[in-house]
Nanobody
Framework: QVQLVESGGGLVQAGDSLRLSCAISGRSTFSHFAVAWFRQAPGKEREFVGCFYRAAGVPIYADSVKGRTTIATDDAMNTVSLQMTSLKPEDTAVYFC???????????????????WGPGTQVTVSS
């Protein structure tokens, strides 16, 4: 059974950097999967942050975080990290990683495209 667990969340100040990790288990490799990061702030809808899948070649980022976010992974994609710099109070949210077989560049932005989800990790950015 595929399982995802996020780690690395916490309380940081505006302007700080933070690195979240998503540990994925249940198969020998996830190189044919898409692994995405989403976030959900209180009272708001879940938001796509970024995604990586091999066919894309490079990570795909939401416009709201592009330029200050980096997604990285190992060859087997057992661990996928999300590093964010220049954090803002509006980055405060619960961050989730999600995984499923890779689909298209369009569908990977939607939460409904992912079967497997982690429980989430809280990131709070104080001003």
């Amino acid at each position: 059974q595929v399982q995802l667990v996020e780690s690395g969340g916490g309380l940081v100040q505006a302007g700080d950097s933070l690195r979240l990790s998503c540990a994925i288990s249940g198969r020998s490799t996830f190189s044919h999967f898409a692994v995405a990061w989403f976030r959900q702030a209180p009272g708001k809808e879940r938001e796509f942050v970024g995604c990586f899948y091999r066919a894309a070649g490079v990570p795909i980022y939401a416009d709201s975080v592009k330029g200050r976010t980096t997604i990285a992974t190992d060859d087997a994609m057992n661990t996928v990290s999300l590093q964010m710099t220049s954090l803002k109070p509006e980055d405060t949210a619960v961050y989730f990683c999600a995984a499923d077989l890779a689909q298209s560049r369009f569908t990977i932005r939607f939460g409904s495209s992912y079967k497997y989800w982690g429980p989430g990790t809280q990131v709070t950015v104080s001003s």
